[in-house]
């Protein structure tokens, strides 16, 4: 039974890279038919906030990442990393260790004016505290390191990255518990990763340096190691890493700009992952096909065209009644009442080729919601001698035919052909007039769309006397 785990660190919003990860190890979930869990690393109490909390749960859901089991907070686990330090002492597999960090730091400066790398000497093993005499000292809380092992090898072969091996000697024993008694990061992750049950580890490749040291200490505890994935970066349009700093934002905010979530997931997925030659997919598809074999072991770029595109390749493909109903919320946002006009899955299907976003859509619809007033100058500027006439005279042109897009084509044609114009001529004013803007889709298509009552009025009201 596969178990995947998404584990943020609730310290800010959900970003682009951290909701690629999450994609990945819940597709892999889905794909295998396993659990997805879902664990809020909340032990730096010092960052981490409920607001963020909320901001990941909140994109996770807009995205449709459903987790099987959790969120699981770290910090009510504490007794658990507790007794199962506890258990690590009695055992040997871990020891105190009392040395004052002055002491570490001029440890550290030493190694590095020898020009080697700054690790901690062991010294507070038992046997070498023992040799060395070194007695505990009063009222200094000791640290708690595990023993890594001193030979060997640590290796393993991450599934994205291929085989990687570190030696021992490189790596000293990781603090695995402060003064203070609270259980580290890499520690809790073990403990968390066994007790969940997580049998494919997919994260961020920021953490390949911390595997190896998990590795050891899952061994320690009885446990083989879970399958890893290190997912590369997800570097910005410059190509620079994305930071808080430098172009990360919420996946949130592409919700409010009017991306639709299947568009963003579409878009994550191709980062760094492929499947032959398809680009415009769905999140069933990419379940279907998601292997972590096909991802790339180098970092991928965003690309804002590109996102775009597959919004508005999304749009399209979307079944009118289900791009109205996604409209409807944009359309509230812009201050408009879609119950004031015509069915938004209409309006929408009108539109879509000609927007790249939801909001940039519900922009586009206002006057399909709310009667615009354009000023008298912008009507005047598409009108003159030469066809104020037919305009005047398209009210009552209009009143007595069927209401539909055929035959409000027939009429401006007709209309147009009887005062000797071409049919821009015509419809460039009863296009400001109507909606307010000359931008507007094919002019019978808006009109029939609109009560012909109010095309009228819209027509009267606009038209100087
Ligand atoms: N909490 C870590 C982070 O936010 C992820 C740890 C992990 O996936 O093992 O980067």
């Avoid at 178990?3 to 800010?12: I, M, N, V």
């Avoid at 402060?178 to 049998?199: E, H, K, L, S």
């Avoid at 119950?339 to 938004?344: C, F, R, S």
Wanted: hydrophobic share 45%.
């Amino acid at each position: 039974m596969i178990r995947t785990r998404f584990a943020p660190s609730p310290t800010g919003f959900l970003h682009l890279g951290g909701a690629r990860t999450a994609l990945f190890a819940w597709a892999y979930a889905r794909r295998h038919g396993g659990t997805f869990v879902l664990r809020i690393e909340d032990t730096d109490v010092a960052r981490s906030t409920p607001a963020a909390v909320k901001a990941i749960l909140d994109a996770m859901d807009w995205l449709g990442l459903a987790y099987d089991e959790g969120p699981y907070y770290q910090m009510q686990r504490m007794d658990r990393y507790r007794a199962v330090i506890a258990d690590m002492l009695g055992r040997g597999l871990a020891y105190r260790c009392y040395m004052p960090a002055t002491e570490l730091d001029e440890l550290r400066a030493a190694q590095m004016a020898a020009g080697e790398k700054p690790r901690y000497d062991g010294r507070w093993r038992p046997e070498n505290a023992r040799a060395n005499g070194l007695v505990p000292p009063e009222g200094v809380a000791p640290v708690i390191r595990f023993r890594n092992p001193d030979e060997g090898m640590v290796a393993w072969d991450d599934r994205v990255k291929g085989h990687i091996a570190v030696a021992n000697a490189e790596l000293d024993d990781l603090v695995i518990a402060r003064g203070d008694g609270t259980p580290t990061y890499n520690f809790c992750v073990v403990v968390d990763d066994i007790d969940m049950a997580i049998t494919h580890v997919i994260r961020g490749d920021d953490h390949v340096n911390n595997t190896p040291r998990q590795i050891n200490i899952h061994r320690a505890l009885g446990h083989e190691p879970p399958v890893f994935a290190h997912v590369p970066t997800v570097l910005g349009e410059d190509g620079q890493k994305l930071s808080k700093r430098h172009g990360a934002v919420s996946v949130m905010e592409y919700e409010a700009a009017g991306y639709l979530p299947e568009a963003m997931v579409n878009f994550l997925a191709r980062l760094g992952w492929a499947h032959g030659d398809d680009e415009v997919f769905g999140p069933g598809d990419f379940v279907g096909w998601f292997e972590l074999d096909a991802i790339s072991a180098a970092p991928s770029r965003f690309n804002t065209d590109k996102l775009h595109w597959l919004n508005q390749e999304h749009m399209k493909r979307m079944p009118s009644a289900d791009l109205g109903a996604r409209l409807v919320p944009y359309l509230v946002r812009a201050g408009l009442d879609a119950a004031a006009g015509p069915d938004p899955g209409e309006v929408a299907v009108l539109l879509r080729d000609r927007v790249r976003t939801l909001a940039e859509m519900a922009d586009a619809a206002h006057y399909f919601y709310a009667t615009p007033h354009p000023s008298p100058d912008r009507v005047a500027e598409h009108l003159n001698d030469h066809n104020r006439p037919a305009v005047k005279g398209i009210a009552d042109a209009f009143a007595d035919l069927p209401w539909t897009r055929e035959a409000i084509a027939q009429r401006l044609k007709s209309e147009a052909a009887k005062h000797g114009l071409k049919p821009p001529q015509l419809m460039m004013p009863l296009r400001m007039l109507v909606a307010g803007t000359t931008q507007t889709p094919s002019l019978d298509a808006v009109l029939a769309l609109l009560p012909r009552e109010a095309v009228r009025s819209r027509i009267a009201a606009g038209l100087p006397l």
